[in-house]
T-cell receptor, first 112, second 111 residues
Framework: DQQVKQNSPSLSVQEGRISILNCDYT??????FLWYKKYPAEGPTFLIS?????DKNEDGRFTVFLNKSAKHLSLHIVPSQPGDSAVYFC???????????FGTGTKLQVIP | KAGVTQTPRYLIKTRGQQVTLSCSPI?????VSWYQQTPGQGLQFLFE???????NKGNFPGRFSGRQFSNSRSEMNVSTLELGDSALYLC??????????FGPGTRLTVL
């Protein structure tokens, strides 16, 4: 039972354009969401997070949007850069516990 | 401040053997979580330890076990290895909040 889903396994975007990565979840108990970036042969690196009391959080070129009614969140990267090419994982937690549920990841390729 | 370290980085074992992986968290972090990453499955949560106690456990068979020492270092053990256990095993540490810091992982290959 995949409680966090990233339905697009891959995405290609031109440099300078916007990258939009999507994530859906099914567990209504999730109240905190995170995005991680992962390069090959490295562990995931924390990017940005959002609490369920907010619907938007911004950090530089990265913005995460949360639509609780649709159980959907998205990560926007503007402008996209070649160094952003990596696998992006969406993750969710319920009740502050450390059991993080990850999605299957979306491989982003930013084309110069 | 040093990051999360995992040893060994690569490991090759044969079916039926057992393996022990080690994780040293960031200094001061008391929570250590373990994940298995396989192609198409994303990161699957194995278990989480806090102050030497297992607080959370994922849906893995009993062949997968772990422990945490008083210095917060953690080990994960897999007994009676199966081909399907071939994966990248990631360890993450956390101070107490929701943000986890990951190590580089141990790539386990079971032949």
């Amino acid at each position: 039972d995949q409680q966090v889903k990233q339905n697009s396994p891959s995405l290609s975007v031109q440099e300078g354009r916007i990258s939009i990565l999507n994530c859906d979840y099914t567990n209504s108990m999730f109240d905190y969401f995170l995005w991680y970036k992962k390069y090959p042969a490295e562990g995931p690196t924390f990017l940005i997070s959002i609490s369920s009391i907010k619907d938007k959080n911004e950090d530089g070129r990265f913005t995460v949007f949360l639509n609780k009614s649709a159980k959907h969140l998205s990560l926007h990267i503007v402008p996209s850069q070649p160094g952003d090419s990596a696998v992006y994982f969406c993750a969710a937690l319920a009740g502050g516990y450390q059991k993080v549920t990850f999605g299957t990841g979306t491989k982003l390729q930013v084309i110069p | 401040k040093a990051g999360v370290t995992q040893t060994p980085r690569y490991l090759i074992k044969t079916r039926g053997q057992q393996v022990t992986l080690s994780c040293s968290p960031i200094s001061g972090h008391r929570s250590v979580s373990w994940y298995q990453q396989t192609p198409g499955q994303g990161l699957q949560f194995l278990f989480e330890y806090f102050s030497e106690t297992q607080r959370n456990k994922g849906n893995f068979p009993g062949r997968f076990s772990g422990r945490q020492f008083s210095n917060s270092r953690s080990e994960m053990n897999v007994s009676t290895l199966e081909l399907g256990d071939s994966a990248l095993y990631l360890c993450a540490s956390s101070l107490s909040g929701n943000e986890q810091f990951f190590g580089p992982g141990t790539r386990l290959t079971v032949l």
